[in-house]
C-alpha cells in the first residue's frame, strides 16, 4: 500500500534562502537514501507562503527502518535549528485508497490542490462514494485537471483529518472551470454539505517548487 508523509512549514523572510538550500541539500537527500521512500516533490502556497513536501513511500513501514529512526533521533544542528523555528508546521502521514488519471506523468505538474476532511466514521462510506462515484469523475472532465490521489490519513497534526485528496492540475485555471463548478453543485454534493463537519473542511492550492527528487537507496540484495 502506497503512502505519503505530507508536512508544510513557513520560514521567516529572512533566512527563507537558507531555509531551502537546507531542504535540498540536507532534509531531502537523508531520507531519500532510505528504503522505502520513493520520491519528493515540494510546493509553495501563494496565500500564505507555506512550503509543503510530499514524501512519496512504498508503505509506512519506511518510517519504522534504524536509519529513519537515525534521521529522526540524532538530527544535525542545523536541522534542529530549523525545525524549532518555522511556523506553520504540520504533518500528515496516510495511506493511499484509490488514484485516477495518469498519476506518472501528472505527479510532476506544476500545481496541486488539497483537499482534507475528518468525516464521522458512520459516514465514511457516504463521502468515499460521492468522491469515487460523483466528484472526481466531473472533476476529471475538465482538461486541466489531470489526476487524482486518495488518502485515508492515519496521523493528523495539528488539526484532525482522515481524508485527504490531493489534485494534480496542469494549470490553476482549472479551479475556475465549469467542470468544478458542476462538481460543486450535485444533489450528492449539496446533501454532504448541510452536515457540520463537511464546512470544516480545508482546502488550499500549491505551486511546484523545485525538481522532484527520486530515491538514491541501494536496490535490495536478491536472496
Known amino acids: 500500500m502506497k503512502s505519503i508523509l505530507f508536512s508544510e512549514m513557513r520560514p521567516d523572510p529572512s533566512w527563507e534562502k537558507e531555509f531551502n538550500d537546507w531542504y535540498h541539500d540536507d532534509h531531502i537527500p537523508v531520507r531519500m537514501c ?14 500564505d507562503a507555506n512550503y509543503l513536501v510530499i514524501y512519496d513511500m512504498t508503505s509506512m513501514a519506511a518510517l519504522t527502518t534504524p536509519g529513519y529512526e537515525k534521521v529522526k533521533t540524532q538530527p544535525s544542528e542545523q536541522t534542529r535549528w530549523m525545525l524549532a523555528n518555522v511556523s506553520g508546521f504540520t504533518r500528515y502521514l496516510g495511506n493511499e485508497i484509490s488514484r485516477h488519471g495518469d498519476i506518472a506523468s501528472a505527479i510532476e505538474l506544476p500545481v496541486i490542490f488539497t483537499a482534507m476532511f ?4 458512520d459516514e ?6 460521492w468522491m469515487e ?3 472526481i469523475p ?5 482538461k486541466d485537471w489531470k489526476a487524482v490521489r486518495r488518502f485515508d ?23 475556475n472551470s465549469p467542470e468544478r463548478e458542476k462538481a460543486r453543485g450535485t444533489e450528492w454534493r449539496n446533501r454532504l454539505a ?10 488550499k492550492a ?18
Open 34 to 47: 532510505l528504503p522505502g521512500f520513493e520520491g519528493v516533490q515540494r510546493y509553495r502556497a501563494s496565500e
Open 118 to 121: 475528518n468525516v464521522p466514521q
Open 124 to 129: 465514511l462510506d457516504d463521502f468515499d462514494g
Open 133 to 135: 462515484e460523483d466528484h
Open 138 to 142: 466531473i472533476l476529471l472532465g475538465c
Open 153 to 175: 490519513l492515519t496521523v493528523s497534526e495539528p488539526v484532525p483529518f482522515n481524508r485527504l485528496a490531493v489534485h494534480y492540475l496542469s494549470s490553476a485555471t482549472a479551479l
Open 194 to 203: 448541510q452536515r457540520a463537519w463537511f464546512s470544516k473542511a480545508q482546502y
Open 206 to 223: 500549491f505551486d511546484k517548487y523545485g525538481a522532484r527528487y527520486l530515491s538514491t537507496a541501494p536496490e535490495p540484495a536478491e536472496a
